[in-house]
C-alpha cells in the first residue's frame, strides 16, 4: 500500500519566494495533519483537516502561512513570502477516523525547507 | 490540559542491553497511547499502540511497552538494544478536547546504541 506521499523531499529557496509543499494522504483517510519540526521547537502541529474541512489552524504561525485540501486526495502548505527561520522539515501525516481517536497517523517522509 | 513527559532527551545502551525510554501523560479521559520512531531524514513510523484492553502491548520490531495507570505511565522497552534501534523515539497521547485523532507528542528520546 502507497503511504503518506510528500513533495519535493527537498527545497532550498531564497528569502522572500513563495514555497508550496504537497501532500498525498492515504487513500481513505480523512484525516490529514501538516506538522512542522525543528530542533528548537520540537514537532509542531500547525493544522489539520478532517473530511478536507480546516479544524484547527491555531499552530500556524503567521498569515504567510496558509494550508488548502481541495479534494480528498491532495493537501497543500504555502508560505508567501518565505523567511529564512521558516527552515524546518515539514511533515504530513493521514489517519482514519476510528473510534474516539483510536487510529494512528500514518506520517510521510517530509519536505526538509532551507530557505536562504 | 493533556501533556506527554518523555523523560531523557538522550539515552545511550550497549548493544544487547535493555532500552527503557520512559513516558508519563496526564489526561481527563481515558488515554489512547502512541510510541513512534523516527530513522535520519525519514518521517514517524508506529511502534505501538494502547487503546482499550490488554495493558502490555507488543509493537513492532521486538519493542513493548505497558500502560500503568495508577503511574500515568507507558513506557518502552527492548530486551536486546541492536545497533539498528538507533533513532529518536516520540510518545503521544489523544487529545483529550474533544478533537479527535489529533495527538500530543512529547519531545523526543534519541536512543544511541554503543557496540
Known amino acids: 500500500d502507497a503511504g503518506v506521499i510528500q513533495s519535493p523531499r527537498h527545497e532550498v529557496t531564497e528569502m522572500g519566494q513563495e514555497v508550496t509543499l504537497r501532500c498525498k494522504p492515504i487513500?481513505?483517510?480523512?484525516?490529514l495533519f501538516w506538522y512542522r519540526q525543528t530542533m528548537m521547537r520540537g514537532l509542531e502541529l500547525l493544522i489539520y483537516f478532517n473530511n478536507n474541512v480546516p479544524i484547527d489552524d491555531s499552530g500556524m504561525p503567521e498569515d504567510r502561512f496558509s494550508a488548502k485540501m481541495p479534494n480528498a486526495s491532495f493537501s497543500t502548505l504555502k508560505i508567501q513570502p518565505s523567511e529564512p527561520r521558516d527552515s524546518a522539515v515539514y511533515f504530513c501525516a493521514s489517519s482514519l477516523s476510528g473510534r474516539g481517536g483510536n487510529q494512528p497517523q500514518h506520517f510521510g517522509d517530509g519536505t526538509r525547507l532551507s530557505i536562504l | 490540559a493533556q501533556s506527554v513527559t518523555q523523560l531523557g532527551s538522550h539515552v545511550s545502551v550497549s548493544e544487547g542491553a535493555l532500552v527503557l525510554l520512559r513516558c508519563n501523560y496526564s489526561s481527563s479521559v481515558p488515554p489512547y497511547l502512541f510510541w513512534y520512531v523516527q530513522y535520519p531524514n525519514q518521517g514517524l513510523q508506529l511502534l505501538l499502540k494502547?487503546?482499550?484492553?490488554?495493558?502490555l502491548v507488543k509493537g513492532i520490531n521486538g519493542f513493548e511497552a505497558e500502560f500503568k495507570k495508577s503511574e500515568t505511565s507507558f513506557h518502552l522497552t527492548k530486551p536486546s538494544a541492536h545497533m539498528s534501534d538507533a533513532a529518536e523515539y516520540f510518545c503521544?497521547?489523544?487529545?483529550?478536547?474533544?478533537?479527535?485523532?489529533?495527538?500530543?507528542f512529547g519531545t523526543g528520546t534519541l536512543l544511541a546504541v554503543q557496540p
Open positions: 503521544a497521547v489523544r487529545d483529550d478536547g474533544g478533537a479527535t485523532n489529533k495527538l500530543i
Open positions: 487513500s481513505g483517510h480523512d484525516y
Open positions: 494502547y487503546t482499550t484492553g490488554a495493558t
